[in-house]
């Protein structure tokens, strides 16, 4: 985050819009990966204006995380329209880039609707396209929501076999918040058998993250500790 903030400042110190409007939308995908709605949609809007004035093509991912946003706190609907839009227009200018993470923000935010086919459409999609292009930086949760998706359809087998999936690759990738997040959404719906193991390795990937922001997903993790009694050292 502190980098993100200095990109923004540099490029509003040497008053370029274009760079301001990148710097921008970049942390807006970051607040969106941290599950942190206003600074996500404060962001987003501002990409937007800048873009629609300027007339950059920023305006089609800022409109992704915008519509997130909205949806996040109540409005669906809108919210879902806003994503189509800013994908649909995306992809048409022939951009194809960071596609993955787009499709699982609207996967995401279907959830949150809960349309489930749509959901698992997006995220097929996702997949498909990162095997396709070796964009495979947000694999694991976009594992993670399949698992999440299937669950909701009542599809026991696919959901632990998505879960299994966000976990080995978030270790893979040694990315410890995607790991943490995975194996909390395993660990909340998984037998009894499998889930000591997944806890296990919830409290070791929670001891590692010592930062002091107070992300959501690091909330949830002590949450789930403390209900199955696992002791946290941080």
């Known amino acids: 985050l502190n980098k993100s903030n200095d990109a923004i400042a540099l490029a509003r110190k040497i008053e370029h819009p274009f760079s301001i409007a990148y710097a921008l939308n970049f942390s807006a995908w970051l607040h969106y990966m941290l599950r942190q709605i206003d600074s996500a949609a404060s962001l987003a809007d501002e990409v937007i204006s800048l873009s629609l004035e300027h007339g ?19 409005d669906t609907v809108e919210g879902l329209n806003s994503i189509s839009s800013g994908l649909q ?19 995401d935010t279907c959830l949150q609707a809960n349309e489930l086919e749509r959901a698992q459409i997006c995220l097929q999609e996702a997949i498909t396209v990162a095997e396709q292009t070796g964009e495979k930086f947000w694999l694991a949760d976009i ?13 026991a087998q696919a959901a632990e076999s998505h879960f299994l999936n966000a ?12 790991l943490l997040r995975a194996v909390s959404s395993y660990a909340r719906k998984t037998s009894k058998t499998n889930k000591q193991s997944m806890l296990n390795i919830l409290q070791k990937t929670r001891e590692k993250i010592t ?9 949830e993790a002590d949450l789930l500790l403390k209900e199955f009694q696992q002791p946290i050292h941080v």
């Open 89 to 107: 227009n995306y992809r048409s200018a022939g951009a194809s880039l960071s596609q993955t993470l787009q499709l699982s923000i609207e996967a």
């Open 167 to 178: 976990v080995n690759i978030a270790k893979e990738q040694n990315v410890p918040m995607l």
């Open 143 to 155: 594992h993670r929501l399949l698992g999440e998706t299937y669950h909701r359809m009542n599809n």
């Open 211 to 219: 930062t002091d922001m107070a992300l959501l997903d690091l909330q």
């Open 56 to 74: 950059f093509f920023w305006v089609t991912l800022g409109s992704v995380i915008a519509g997130w946003a909205q949806a996040s706190k109540g």
